[in-house]
């Protein structure tokens, strides 16, 4: 069974940087062909794709956001952990991670429940 | 503003047949799959077509998809109170290096 969760602090202040964790199971991102994805949701807003990354350590990250974002594996801890910095109140939403069912694809097969992040001073 | 374009509502009654589109580019869903998502309230979105037209195991077959040249669409027949959610199309962007989501369109069941 594939499970996937996201983890960290429910309230940032602006300019921080947020640190977000996926803790995963039922998968290895030692086996070719698997990954992680973020994914975010502002409070009433469409879903943005934000960052996948890969069992070689290939990377991709959201064009807009490539600056101030970092995605990197800790494969031993199953964990999957991203990076935001200069955090602003338009960051604030609901922040999921997935496991893409295919590789450089929108098919995203297994999601967390999603962590709430609140920008605000 | 999304990259992929679908209208944000729709809506049927009980039993009808509903269909939601979904219109991009040639550098996304004109060369690569497209997938549907469904979200009910206050849930994480759930795939609900992959591949342009599979269904994961446990999507009833009420659900289907298909793809043409830089559009798409993610039909629902026999509809019900429990379809109510907002569906988002999704497909990898070759220019952009990334996924691109549709921005969602809201399903009324009424």
């Known amino acids: 069974q594939i499970t996937l969760k996201e983890s960290g602090p429910t309230l940032v202040k602006p300019t921080q940087t947020l640190t977000l964790t996926c803790s995963f199971s039922g998968f290895s991102l030692n086996t070719r062909g698997m990954g992680v994805a973020w994914i975010r949701q502002p409070p009433g807003k469409a879903l943005e794709w934000l960052t996948v990354?890969?069992?070689?350590?290939?990377?991709r990250y959201r064009p807009s956001l490539k600056s101030r974002l970092t995605i990197a594996r800790d494969t031993s801890e199953n964990q999957v952990v991203l990076k935001m910095t200069n955090m602003d109140p338009v960051d604030t939403g609901t922040y999921y991670c997935?496991?893409?069912?295919?590789?450089?694809?929108?098919?995203?097969?297994?999601w967390g429940q999603g962590t709430l992040v609140t920008v605000s001073s | 503003q999304s990259v992929l374009t679908q209208s944000p509502s729709a809506s049927g009654t009980p039993g009808q047949r509903v269909t939601i589109s979904c219109s991009g580019s040639s550098s996304n869903i004109g060369s690569n799959t497209v997938n549907w998502y469904q979200q009910l309230p206050r849930t994480a979105p759930k795939v609900l077509i992959y591949?342009?037209?599979q269904r994961p195991s446990g999507v009833p077959d009420r659900f289907s998809g298909s793809k043409s040249g830089t559009s798409a669409s993610l039909a629902i027949s026999g509809l019900q109170s429990e379809d109510e959610a907002d569906y988002y199309c999704?497909?990898?962007?070759?220019?952009?290096?990334?996924?691109?989501f549709g921005g969602g369109t809201k399903l009324t069941v009424l």
């Open positions: 591949s342009n037209s």
């Open positions: 999704a497909s990898w962007d070759d220019s952009l290096d990334g996924v691109v």
């Open positions: 997935a496991l893409p069912g295919d590789l450089w694809s929108g098919h995203l097969d297994h």
């Open positions: 990354i890969y069992w070689n350590d290939d990377k």
